[in-house]
């Protein structure tokens, strides 16, 4: 028994998944697939802006004028929310070490809920781009 041979997913696919990236469930949208778009990238920006009410820190690659390393699995996952990562980074809001904010109650569960948004976000992509691809309807 022969494995079938993948087709080379279209140009068209690759378009939509970098859409539906950075702006969380437009690649659905712009496939009319409404309940995926409402669903999917609902729950990102829901979990994005919870995480950012709840005081939850974003993570980049510099801390206190140096390259730490240990910030990039959290920096990837924080960059999987798209736009939105980017708008707060250009505003610089919450990614500066505040010890005010370091001390509420809810800063680790806000920092989770960020990491979650980003990492749901990446799931929403490839389910838009495999729609697109025609690997699922």
């Known amino acids: 028994?022969?494995?079938?041979?993948?087709?080379?997913?279209?140009?068209?696919?690759?378009l939509i998944?970098?859409?539906?990236?950075?702006i969380p469930g437009v690649g659905h949208l712009l496939q009319q697939k409404?309940?995926?778009a409402a669903l999917m990238g609902g729950a990102v920006w829901i979990c994005f802006f919870v995480g950012?009410?709840?005081?939850g820190h974003l993570f980049d690659l510099w801390?206190?004028?140096?390259l730490s390393l240990l910030r990039v699995p959290p920096m990837i996952a924080d960059i999987g929310t798209g736009a939105?990562?980017?708008?707060?980074?250009?505003?610089?809001?919450?990614?500066?070490?505040?010890?005010?904010?370091?001390?509420?109650t809810t800063y680790e569960y806000g920092t989770a809920f960020l990491w979650i948004a980003g990492l749901l976000n990446y799931l929403t992509m490839l389910d838009a781009f495999d729609i697109a691809?025609?690997?699922?309807?």
């Open 84 to 104: 939105p990562y980017f708008v707060a980074w250009l505003l610089d809001y919450n990614f500066k070490e505040d010890p005010v904010q370091a001390a509420r």
């Open 52 to 55: 950012l009410g709840m005081g």
């Open 63 to 66: 801390y206190e004028g140096s």
């Open 17 to 22: 998944g970098a859409v539906a990236w950075f």
């Open 34 to 36: 409404w309940w995926r």
């Open 133 to 137: 691809a025609g690997r699922k309807p």
């Open 1 to 14: 028994m022969e494995a079938e041979e993948a087709e080379p997913a279209p140009g068209f696919a690759w």
